[in-house]
C-alpha cells in the first residue's frame, strides 16, 4: 500500500514539476509570475479532452494540438500583456502581475462559459493499461508522467546549458540590458520563453486528463497556485527546484491525503508558500536575492 | 570629535569593497572623501547610515558605536544623507518633500494625526515653517507646490540636500552634490554648504569636482580600490604623490565628471 | 387639493427612492467601497495585499459565530469580527514586511486560501462549505429595536421592509463616511507623508528617518481592519455566509475596484467600487460575463492607464481642495 501511494505522489510530484518548469523558465528570464500559467495548464487539458473526446482523435495528436494551441496563447501573452509593459517608464513591478492575473480570469471563466463548469471526462484506453508488480499495481500512464517530467527537466538543463539559445536564454535572464548590448535577440528570447513555458502548461494539461481522467475549469487556478508554491519552495528560476519542489509537494499532499485529513490537502501547497516565504524566501536552491536591488 | 570610522572593512561576496578603512571627523569640519569611481566611497557612507552592515569594524558616533543600527535610528541621532543618483519622492510636492525630511522631528502619530489635536495642529505648522524655511535656504521656496520630478536637475540636488537638513542632523553626507552642475551652480552649492557649516553642522562629502574640494574641505581622506591612501589638508592632498599617481591618467576623466 | 396631489407625488417619489432593490444595491455598493478601501490603504504603502477575502470572511464567521451561538447583540458582534481581522492582520503584517511587491502578492494570496480552506474544513465550527444560515440580520435587529421604543415605520409612512433596508443602508453609509473621513484625515498628516514616502522610495524613507516596519504594519492592518468590518457587515446584511463567499474570485474583484477605480487616490477605490458594482445591475450582458470582463479590464488598464481611471491628474482638473499638509 505504501508503495503505491509513493507511486501515486511520485506522479502527482511529476506533474506538478512540470507546471512548476513552466512558472520558473517565465520568472527566470523575465522576473515576473505569469499568474495566468495554471490557466494555460488547463487550456492545453481542454484541448487534450475536446481534441480525444469530441473529434475522437488519437492521444498523440492531441498532444500535439495542446501544445500548438498553448504555444499560441503563450505567444498572445507576451505580445498583448506583457510586451507593452516592458520598458515602459513608471510602471509599477506590480503591473504585470495584475495583468496575467487579469488573462487569467478572463481564461478561466471563458472555459467556463464554453464547457460548463463541472468536470469533463477524459478517457482513453491508453490510460487503462497497467502493470502488475506482485501486489502492486502500476498504470503506464504515472510511469509516462514521472518519464516526461524527469525528460523535460534534464532537456531543459541541457538546453539551457549547451545549445547557444539556451545560452541566450541565460544570459537574458541574469541582465535584460547587457545581454541586449551584446546582441541577443532579447524579444525573441523572451517570446521562446513564454511559448516553451505553455507548450510545457499544455503537457502537462494533457498529461493530467490522462491520469485523473477528467478536467474542469477550476483546475487551472488551484495548479496554478500550487505551482507557485512548488516555484518558492524550489526557488525561483531554478529548474532542478521546480523539480524537486513539484515531488515534495506531490508526496506530501499525497501522504495526507493517505493517513491524514485530506481536507487540508490544498492548504499545504499555500502554507508552504507563507512559510518559505518567511523563513527562506530564495528556496532551497534559489541564490540570495540581493538586496543591492533596492 | 563627531564620527569615527574604524577599521571598516566591507566584503560583498569575492570582493572586498572597503578594507580597513579608518578616519576620524571633528566637529563642524567639513571633510571631503575623494578617490577614482568605485573607490568604495559610496559604500563607506552605506556603511555609515548601516544600509548595509560592515563586515568588520566600528561607526562610532558622538562617542556612541553605531554600526548596524536600524538606518531610520540612526537618522534620528543626527545624521542625514543625500544620494549620489537623486532619491526624492517625485510624485510628492517640493514642500512635502522637506517636510518628510523632518520626519524624525515630530511625532503625531494616527489618532493625533486623524483627530487634529491641539498640539498636532501646532506641529504641522512648525513643519511647514521648517520646510518653507530651508526651501529659502536653498533658493526653492518659490517651487514649494511644484511635484518634485518636475523640478530641474540642479534643483531636485538642492531639494535632496534641504530635505536632509530638515531632519536637524548633526553631521549631513552628501553624495556627490555638485554632480552635473555647471560653474554658477558649483558656486551656489559652495555658499550653501558653507552656510550648512555655519549653522554647526558637521558635513561629509563626497565629490569629484577637484577645486570645489580644495576650496571647501577642512580635511580629506583620499580612498582606492577600496583602501585609505591618504589623509590630510587640501595641499597635503595635492602635494601627496600616491594621490597624484592615483588620479594621473584618470584626471582627465574626473573632471568631466 | 393642490397640497393632497403634492402629498400623493412625494409619497410616491419616496415610495421610489426607498424601493427595497436600490436600497440593496446601495448597500453593496457601500460594502464593496469598504472593501476596496480595505486594499487601498496598504496599497498607498506600497503593499499589494490579495488577502482581503480572507480578512473579508475572519471578520464575517466571527461575527455571525458570536451572535449566532453567544446571543451577543450584533453590534458587539461586528466590531469583535473587525477587530480579530485586525489581530491577523498584525500577525500576518509584521512576518510579510519582508516581502515586498510580488511575493507579497502572492502570500497574501496564499493566507486567503489557507483561511477559506480552514472555513471549508474546519466544520465543526463552520458548518463547512454548507456555510451558517440565519445569521441575525442588521436591519430587523435595528426595526425591532425601534419597535421596542414605540416607534413604528408607518408612522413615517414607509412599510416595515423598507425601513428595514432603509436602516441598512444609512447605517452603512454612516460608516463609509467615517472611514473616508479617518484616511483622508490620515492621509494628510505625517502619517500619510510618511506612508506615501515609503511607497515612493522605502529605502529613502527609511534614510529620511521614518520607521518603515512600524508604518507598514500599521497600514496592512488596518486595511485587514476595514475588510474584516466589511465581512461582519456583509454577514448581517445577507443572514447567510459561506466559504465561497470569500474566495479568490472575491479578492481579485476587491482588487478591481482599487486598480480600475484609480489605485493613486482614494476617490478611485470609491468610484471603482460604485461603478463596478452598478454596471452588472444596470446591464445584463456585463453580469453574465463579469469575470471576463473584469480580465479584460485588468489587462487592458495595465497596459494603457495603470494607475487607474482617476488619478492625481484627473482630480487636479476638477480643482479638489488640497488640504494644507495634505498628500493628496
Known amino acids: ?294 | 570629535m563627531v564620527l569615527e570610522v574604524k577599521n571598516i572593512t566591507k566584503n560583498f561576496g569575492g570582493i572586498s569593497a572597503l578594507k580597513n578603512v579608518s578616519f576620524s571627523i571633528n566637529k563642524g569640519e567639513i571633510f571631503g572623501l575623494i578617490g577614482p569611481n568605485g573607490a568604495g566611497k559610496t559604500t563607506m557612507f552605506n556603511m555609515i547610515t548601516n544600509i548595509f552592515e560592515p563586515t568588520s569594524g566600528e561607526i562610532i558616533f558622538k562617542g556612541e558605536n553605531i554600526t548596524g543600527i536600524k538606518p531610520y535610528k540612526i537618522t534620528e541621532k543626527g545624521i542625514c544623507r543625500t544620494y549620489q543618483n537623486i532619491r526624492l519622492f517625485s510624485q510628492m510636492s517640493t514642500l512635502h518633500n522637506v517636510m518628510v525630511g523632518g520626519h524624525s522631528q515630530s511625532h503625531a502619530g494616527v489618532f493625533s494625526s486623524v483627530f487634529r489635536t491641539r498640539a498636532q495642529r501646532k506641529e504641522e505648522q512648525l513643519l511647514i515653517e521648517k520646510a518653507e524655511e530651508l526651501l529659502d535656504l536653498v533658493g526653492l521656496l518659490e517651487h514649494k507646490d511644484t511635484i518634485a520630478e518636475n523640478l530641474a536637475y540642479g534643483q531636485q540636488r538642492r531639494l535632496e540636500i534641504a530635505r536632509a537638513l530638515a531632519s536637524n542632523p548633526s553631521l549631513l553626507l552628501l553624495d556627490e552634490p555638485a554632480a552635473g552642475m555647471n560653474e554658477k551652480e558649483t558656486d551656489s552649492l559652495y555658499d550653501l554648504i558653507k552656510t550648512v557649516q555655519s549653522r554647526g553642522i558637521t558635513v561629509l562629502i563626497i565629490e569629484h569636482d577637484m577645486p570645489l574640494v580644495m576650496k571647501l574641505c577642512d580635511r580629506i581622506t583620499v580612498l582606492n580600490f577600496g583602501e585609505k591612501l591618504a589623509e590630510g589638508t587640501p595641499e597635503e592632498i595635492q602635494n601627496n604623490e600616491a594621490v597624484i599617481e592615483a588620479y594621473l591618467g584618470k584626471e582627465e576623466e574626473e573632471v568631466n565628471a | 387639493m393642490v397640497r393632497r396631489y403634492l402629498k400623493k407625488e412625494g409619497d410616491r417619489l419616496l415610495g421610489e427612492i426607498l424601493n427595497t432593490y436600490y436600497l440593496q444595491i446601495g448597500s453593496f455598493i457601500l460594502i464593496n467601497i469598504m472593501l476596496a478601501i480595505s486594499v487601498y490603504v496598504p496599497l498607498s504603502s506600497g503593499q499589494l495585499s490579495l488577502g482581503s477575502a480572507g480578512f473579508m470572511g475572519v471578520g464575517a464567521y466571527t461575527s455571525a459565530l458570536l451572535t449566532l451561538h453567544f446571543d451577543l447583540p450584533i453590534v458587539v458582534g461586528i466590531i469583535a469580527g473587525a477587530l480579530v481581522a485586525s489581530i491577523l492582520g498584525v500577525i500576518v503584517g509584521i512576518p510579510a514586511l519582508r516581502l515586498s511587491g510580488v511575493y507579497l502578492a502572492i502570500a497574501t494570496l496564499g493566507l486567503g486560501e489557507v483561511i477559506r480552506v480552514i472555513f471549508v474544513n474546519w466544520d465543526s465550527l463552520t458548518k463547512g462549505s454548507v456555510g451558517l444560515t440565519g445569521i441575525p440580520q442588521l436591519g430587523r435587529e435595528i426595526l425591532e429595536f425601534a419597535r421596542g421604543l414605540g416607534f413604528e415605520p408607518s408612522m413615517i409612512g414607509i412599510k416595515n421592509n423598507q425601513f428595514v433596508f432603509l436602516s441598512i443602508f444609512l447605517v452603512l453609509l454612516i460608516l463609509v463616511i467615517a472611514i473616508l473621513w479617518f484616511v483622508v484625515r490620515q492621509q494628510n498628516s505625517r502619517v500619510g507623508r510618511a506612508l506615501s514616502s515609503i511607497n515612493m522610495d522605502d529605502r529613502a524613507a527609511e534614510s529620511m528617518g521614518i520607521n518603515i516596519t512600524y508604518y507598514k504594519v500599521v497600514s496592512f492592518t488596518q486595511g485587514a481592519f476595514f475588510a474584516g468590518l466589511a465581512g461582519a457587515l456583509f454577514a448581517h446584511v445577507i443572514g447567510f455566509i459561506s466559504p465561497a463567499d470569500f474566495a479568490y474570485h472575491r479578492a481579485v474583484e476587491v482588487l478591481i475596484f482599487t486598480v480600475f477605480g484609480g489605485s493613486e487616490v482614494i476617490v478611485g477605490s470609491v468610484f471603482g467600487a460604485f461603478f463596478l458594482t452598478l454596471m452588472p445591475e444596470v446591464l445584463r450582458f456585463v453580469s453574465e460575463f463579469r469575470y471576463i470582463i473584469y480580465g479584460i479590464i485588468l489587462v487592458l488598464l495595465m497596459a494603457i492607464r495603470p494607475q487607474g481611471i482617476i488619478d492625481t491628474n484627473l482630480l487636479k482638473i476638477f480643482k479638489f481642495k488640497r488640504s494644507k499638509g495634505g498628500v493628496r
Open chain 1, 1 to 294: 500500500m505504501l508503495l503505491e501511494q509513493l507511486i501515486n505522489g511520485i506522479t502527482l510530484g511529476s506533474i506538478y514539476a512540470i507546471i512548476a518548469l513552466g512558472f520558473t523558465l517565465v520568472f527566470g528570464v523575465l522576473g515576473i509570475i505569469n499568474m495566468a500559467h495554471g490557466e494555460i495548464f488547463m487550456v492545453g487539458a481542454f484541448v487534450g479532452v475536446t481534441t480525444t473526446g469530441v473529434l475522437g482523435w488519437p492521444l498523440w495528436l492531441a498532444f500535439i494540438a495542446a501544445i500548438v494551441v498553448t504555444s499560441i496563447l503563450g505567444y498572445l501573452l507576451e505580445r498583448i500583456t506583457l510586451r507593452p509593459l516592458r520598458g515602459k517608464k513608471g510602471v509599477s513591478h506590480l503591473a504585470p502581475l495584475i495583468s496575467t492575473i487579469g488573462v487569467s480570469i478572463l481564461l478561466e471563466n471563458l472555459s467556463h462559459h464554453i464547457f460548463g463548469a463541472g468536470n469533463k471526462p477524459f478517457n482513453t484506453s491508453f490510460s487503462e493499461i497497467r502493470i502488475n508488480i506482485g501486489s502492486i499495481t502500476i498504470y503506464l500512464v504515472q510511469i509516462v508522467i514521472f518519464v516526461i517530467s524527469i525528460l523535460l527537466m534534464i532537456g531543459l538543463t541541457i538546453w539551457l546549458s549547451k545549445t547557444k539559445a539556451g545560452k541566450a536564454l541565460r544570459a537574458t535572464a541574469d541582465n535584460l540590458e547587457t545581454a541586449s548590448i551584446l546582441g541577443v535577440d532579447t524579444k525573441r528570447i523572451i517570446i521562446l520563453t513564454v511559448v516553451i513555458a505553455s507548450a510545457i502548461g499544455g503537457i502537462a494539461g494533457v498529461l493530467v486528463g490522462m491520469a485523473f481522467n477528467s478536467v474542469s475549469p477550476q483546475m487551472g487556478l488551484s495548479m496554478g497556485l500550487k505551482g507557485l508554491a512548488i516555484i518558492i519552495l524550489g526557488g525561483m528560476g531554478n529548474v532542478k527546484g521546480a523539480m524537486v519542489g513539484g515531488l515534495i509537494l506531490g508526496l506530501s499532499e499525497t501522504m495526507l491525503v493517505a493517513y491524514g485529513n485530506s481536507g487540508y490537502r490544498d492548504a499545504i501547497a499555500f502554507i508552504m508558500i507563507i512559510v518559505i516565504l518567511l523563513l527562506r524566501p530564495q528556496g532551497i536552491f534559489g541564490s540570495k536575492v540581493s538586496q543591492e536591488r533596492r
